[in-house]
């Protein structure tokens, strides 16, 4: 269905890496989000289609206390 991207996949492992440095579930980093209690765990399912935006990224680099650049790679793919 919605099968992410290789930059996708990687930012997603890359917030995930990040919610379980900090011990959030994805419920609990789903409503930091202001998002529905299942948004994380629709990003985390490969074949989901729910992806984070810019605008998620700004607002999970305020929550980490981090660059939105720091969830993405250093060099294209």
Same mark, same amino acid.
């Given at each position: 269905?919605?099968?992410?991207?290789?930059?996708?996949?990687?930012?997603?492992?890359?917030?995930?890496?990040?919610? *379980?440095?900090?011990?959030?579930?994805?419920?609990?980093? /789903?409503? !930091?989000?202001? @998002?529905?209690?299942?948004?994380?765990?629709?990003?985390?399912?490969?074949?989901?289609?729910?992806?984070?935006?810019?605008?998620? *990224?700004?607002?999970?680099?305020?929550?980490?206390?981090? /660059?939105? !650049?720091?969830? @993405?790679?250093?060099?294209?793919?």
């Amino acid at each position: 269905m919605g099968e992410a991207t290789k930059i996708e996949k990687y930012i997603i492992e890359n917030v995930k890496e990040k919610r *379980l440095e900090f011990g959030f579930t994805q419920i609990v980093l /789903s409503q !930091k989000l202001n @998002m529905t209690d299942s948004f994380v765990g629709h990003v985390e399912t490969p074949n989901r289609r729910a992806k984070y935006n810019v605008n998620h *990224l700004n607002a999970l680099a305020k929550i980490f206390k981090c /660059s939105p !650049k720091d969830f @993405m790679p250093e060099r294209p793919f």
